[in-house]
């Protein structure tokens, strides 16, 4: 199981990658492996405003429908696409190309409250 | 009469074999406490005692007896529709839908011991879709007024953010009531647009409707029979950027546009004239199709087609995840079941009717009911009440009082079409009079000649 | 072998109906309306002939597993038999061909039945009032939530949660949402029951209500209940029964005397009338005489030896749907119910409890029982002993169907892992019983043994294992033609 190191984490297991004024923002490896495969992503709206810990996504393998958390509070820039024909992305390159979203946080000391790599590793494996 | 196969010894050894002398002792041991009173059916002047159950020749006189003190439309010439139509049911219909491998079959969550069901339900989908135009089908929900609520809620969920919902005063009573109970729970409010002529007043929609509309709805043909002009009011709607929901009569559609020509979002109705009895309102059949965007919005079970292990086609429930049993209280619905059997009755009798017979359903239909009307037109004392174009059903205005009519009638063996004061005040003294293919000429001729008797 | 789709089996010019010619003077359509009111293009419905019709769909009947072929042990579903005698009297002509809005006098048998039903199903369950409309539990769940509303609009109040356990049906807290309530989960106890002081700790004056069912889904008699349900009318929030499992009950107890206020029923669960595939079913709610002012119109009253619907409740929360119910499905269970009896229903519960725990205790050597060796009509077991091996309760149904029996509910309630929930019924022999867990035994060696041949099953049914993956990801949900 991965645990990128430059990421930060959130207790509900969603990612997420700093990029100057923009964070990004994705599920864990371990996420995709309790959800097993992705069959239909619902993004949010471009525009939309969202507070941290709020419902921003949905996920839905064959068993289960997950709701995606924001982990900060800010405005959603960008959508990942891509998702909507192949939403199997979050399984096969959860880090990667299977990126959420992009948004534009408005209160940077919520970082602060995010985990790093190792305290999230260690939330997993605990559990 | 008993259904339990094991005798009491063999239940007494059971118990035994678990460690337990007696029930009561099982009960003891469980839930000492709960003590309730004995169960005591009550006794009915119909039946002696009741406390050993009928054995089955007497439960089945009792039945006969029931059904008896009924009077059914097989002994009457009704003229009876407003949303429950008596068209003729091939015998292929019941003979299929009544094989117990159908009928006292499960829900198919356990796709590889149901394909057979699961088939006749995408069969069931797609006849919807080429009857509607429309491109996805649920696998059926309850009945037309329950679809319609739900239609409803799908729109407001599509347009998160809007609360107003136009419903045409010209549709099913029944329905804009159930359509009411449902949103009670929430802010948004059914607003009605009034009809002129037997049609919605367009004129009043394109006033009414705004950015804050969800959903118009109308019905076509509506609760006078009428049909409306559900081009133009799609239109309307859209250019406010609200979705347009389709309420309509199945076999009309072999005739009539149907929705997905005219740009509809939903179209949905009742699906009781596909082949199903009227047993005194239900159970019936609610259909649901949509447009392929609102696919992941829809109520109620779906069916998909897909492949298995070896690469042969079958088919599953899919889109499951929107539904109660995973979303729990994100579900887009309560929805548990579907009216399994009355939708594969449907898919049957669309199956046996094909593309011409629908078509020729419809028009014997159109046909039977403008020769009537033409008829009763010549008869003094009654007028049509709408020059509106209609399918098989129109309003007539008399000049007696109802009560007394339909009671004359009655004595002939007519029931002359349903009063529409109970609904619509201002058409207190006018029947609504439907005619399908079951009529003969001669009923219809029967109807004429009593009404000139009795006006 | 696959049966092809009735539409791949369509041959123009076909046709299996057969309509009556037209007997009046035909008019040109043109005449009649409007050349935009017709129609632009025919819909392609299939053009076949009766003897494909017959057998297409004979054939597709025969690729399906149904309670005249198979034990189906599924929890909360109670898949007892359906007498064939039901069939017969709700198809009499004198009910099946009787239009709703036909005069009352031509209808006085069936609204007889109605009634008696209601007097019946107000003894069986202890409560004052029924109605007969709502088509399916999960649409009495619904009747049920805009009561609890309406019960607390009366009272000028708004409380704006509903508390469920965490063994609930989804339909529960689904029913509770679609009426504007916020759920509320409150956690079971380590012995599988509502804890009284969990309960206590979230009642507040903003509880509306709190939906269950006793026995609870694991099969559990929730004891306490009467605690349960003292703690919720002292702040005023209504007791809602979940009727799923009513089968247990029958002549041991009664919902209404358990303290509940609102009851709704599974009549094709309890009542034996047949599930058809996934419905129609019939789910009438039944309430206490304070809450009968808002029940649906119309209810059927009995003035002297005449029947009648009454439409005067001013008070009542409007309608769920269009006419008065599931009238055939009505039939069938009434029916039933005065086949069997007092007696009949009280031994039907009895027999249903034997069986299932006589099940339970030929089964919890093999599965882990997580609540003991005593149930009511069903209970749960854990595959996840066998987790070690790479098998799952999915393989385990799966390979119940290469077996010839129809497998358990599986993971349901969410509160069990790997969970198999079993309810027999009173309408299984022993040794249907007897077989049914030979072949689990037999499939937990295979676990063992040889996991991967359970990953492989199943391979004697209609199908090999299908790809619901696939289905969501690309959803077909109709044939279209080439």
Redesign the interface.
């Known amino acids: 199981m991965e645990f990128p190191k430059e990421l930060k984490y959130t207790k509900t297991h969603e990612w997420v990658l700093i990029r100057g004024p923009i964070a990004v923002v994705g599920i864990t490896d371990f996420a995709q492996r309790e959800l097993t495969?992705v069959?239909?992503v619902?993004l949010p709206e471009v525009g939309k405003k969202v507070t941290a810990g709020a419902e921003c996504a949905v996920v839905?393998?064959?068993?289960?429908?997950v709701d995606i958390y924001s982990p900060l509070s800010g405005k959603i820039t960008k959508v990942n696409e891509k998702l909507t024909d192949e939403?199997?992305l979050l399984n096969t390159d959860p880090y990667g190309e299977g990126w959420v979203l992009e948004m534009q946080p408005s209160n940077p000391s919520e970082l602060d409250t995010l985990m790093n790599a190792d305290q999230y590793q260690k939330i997993v494996e605990e559990s | 009469m008993d259904f339990v196969p094991q005798t009491e010894e063999e239940l007494q050894r059971m118990l035994e074999e678990i460690g337990v002398r007696s029930f009561e002792e099982f009960l003891e041991e469980i839930c000492p406490d709960l003590k309730c009173s004995p169960l005591n059916l009550p006794v009915f002047s119909s039946r002696p005692s009741e406390s050993e159950g009928m054995s089955e020749p007497e439960l089945q006189e009792h039945m006969r007896r029931l059904a008896a003190r009924n009077v059914s439309l097989s002994a009457r010439n009704s003229f009876l529709g407003a949303g429950a139509y008596d068209h003729f049911i091939p015998e292929v219909v019941s003979a299929l839908s009544s094989r117990a491998e159908f009928y006292t079959a499960y829900t198919p969550y356990q796709p590889e011991a149901s394909q057979g069901f699961l088939q006749a339900m995408f069969e069931y989908q797609t006849a919807i879709c080429e009857l509607t135009a429309m491109e996805v089908s649920n696998a059926s929900l309850y009945d037309g007024a329950s679809a319609l609520a739900e239609g409803v809620l799908m729109a407001l969920r599509t347009k998160g953010g809007r609360s107003r919902v136009l419903i045409s005063s010209a549709v099913h009573p029944e329905y804009r009531t159930v359509l009411k109970t449902y949103l009670k729970g929430s802010a948004v409010r059914a607003e009605e647009l009034p009809y002129e002529d037997g049609i919605t007043a367009l004129p009043e929609l394109e006033r009414l409707a705004d950015d804050q509309t969800a959903a118009v709805v109308l019905q076509s043909p509506n609760f006078f029979g009428c049909i409306e002009d559900m081009e133009r009011a799609c239109q309307i709607a859209h250019a406010r950027g609200s979705l347009f929901i389709a309420v309509v009569n199945p076999v009309s559609l072999g005739v009539l546009t149907a929705p997905g020509e005219y740009g509809a979002d939903i179209a949905l109705g009742d699906g009781q004239p596909l082949g199903n009895e009227l047993s005194f309102g239900g159970p019936h059949l609610g259909f649901l199709a949509c447009t392929e965007s609102l696919m992941r919005k829809m109520p109620g079970r779906i069916v998909g087609m897909t492949e298995d292990a070896d690469g042969e086609r079958g088919f599953v429930l899919t889109l499951q995840t929107r539904e109660q049993h995973i979303r729990r209280e994100k579900a887009t619905s309560n929805i548990c079941t579907n009216h399994a059997l009355n939708a594969l009755r449907a898919s049957i009798y669309l199956c046996c009717l094909g593309k011409e017979g629908i078509r020729r359903l419809a028009e014997l239909n159109l046909q039977k009911s403008h020769y009537l009307f033409d008829r009763l037109g010549k008869v003094k004392g009654i007028s049509p009440v709408f020059p509106s174009p209609f399918f098989n059903e129109f309003v007539v205005r008399c000049g007696v009082p109802l009560a007394r009519l339909n009671n004359r009638l009655a004595k002939k063996g007519i029931l002359g079409g349903v009063e529409l004061g109970r609904w619509y005040p201002e058409l207190k003294d006018c029947l609504l009079v439907c005619v399908t293919e079951t009529r003969s000429k001669e009923q219809l001729d029967e109807f004429v000649a009593a009404f000139k008797e009795v006006l | 072998m696959s049966e092809p789709l009735i539409f791949e089996q369509s041959r123009p010019g076909r046709m299996a109906a057969s309509l009556p010619k037209l007997d009046v003077p035909e008019k040109p359509l043109s005449e009649i309306l409007p050349q935009k009111f017709l129609r632009k293009n025919p819909p392609h419905l299939p053009e076949v002939s009766e003897v494909q019709l017959v057998r297409h769909f004979t054939r597709l009947s025969q690729r399906n597993f149904c309670v005249d072929t198979h034990f189906y042990p599924l929890g909360s579903c109670t898949m007892k038999y359906n007498p064939k005698v039901n069939e017969k009297v709700a198809s009499l002509d004198g009910f099946a061909h009787l239009h709703p809005y036909q005069p009352e006098e031509d209808a006085q048998g069936i609204l007889q039945l109605m009634w008696e039903m209601e007097q019946c199903l107000r003894e069986i369950c202890g409560m004052s009032r029924f109605s007969l409309q709502p088509s399916a539990g999960a649409h009495g769940e619904l009747l049920g939530m805009m009561l609890v509303r309406a019960y607390h609009q009366s009272k000028k109040r708004s409380p704006t949660r509903v508390i469920v356990p965490d063994t609930s049906h989804g339909t529960n807290p689904a029913s509770a949402a679609l009426s504007g309530f916020k759920v509320e989960v409150v956690s079971s106890r380590a012995d599988g029951v509502i804890d009284p002081d969990s309960l206590a700790a979230a009642m507040n004056d903003d509880v509306a209500a709190v939906m269950t069912t006793n026995p609870n889904t694991l099969g559990l008699l929730e004891k306490e209940i009467r605690t349960i349900a003292d703690i919720a009318h002292e702040h005023d929030a209504l007791m809602y029964y979940d009727g799923a499992n009513l089968n247990a009950l029958m002549g041991i107890c009664k919902p209404g005397e358990m303290g509940f206020d609102i009851v709704h029923l599974n009549l094709h669960k309890t009542f034996s009338t047949p599930h058809g595939g996934g419905g129609p079913g019939a789910g009438p709610v039944g309430v206490r005489e304070n809450l009968a002012p808002f029940l649906p119109v119309p209810l059927v009253e009995k003035d002297g030896e005449r029947y009648r619907l009454n439409y005067d409740l001013p008070r009542s929360v409007g309608k769920v749907r269009s006419f008065y119910g599931n009238i055939s499905v009505v039939i069938k269970a009434y029916a039933y119910i005065l086949a069997l009896g007092s007696k009949g229903l009280a031994r039907a519960s009895r027999a249903a409890v034997i069986n299932a725990n006589y099940l339970l205790s030929r089964l919890k050597a093999t599965f882990s029982a997580p609540y003991g060796e005593r149930c009511m009509h069903e209970f749960v077991l854990s595959a996840s002993n066998l987790k070690e091996h790479g098998i799952r309760a999915l393989d385990i149904a799966k390979a119940l169907i290469d077996k010839g029996f129809h497998p358990p509910t599986v993971y349901f309630p969410l509160t069990v892992p790997e969970a198999m929930m079993i309810e027999p019924t009173e309408t299984e022999t022993r040794e249907t019983l007897d077989e049914f867990a030979a072949a689990l035994v037999e499939i937990a060696q295979e676990a063992r043994a040889n996991p991967e041949s359970l990953h492989q099953s199943p391979r004697r049914a209609f199908s090999r294992r299908l790809d619901e993956v696939k289905a969501a990801r690309e959803p077909r949900l109709r044939w279209k033609p080439e």
């Open positions: 495969d069959v239909y619902e839905e393998s064959v068993k289960a429908a939403p199997q």
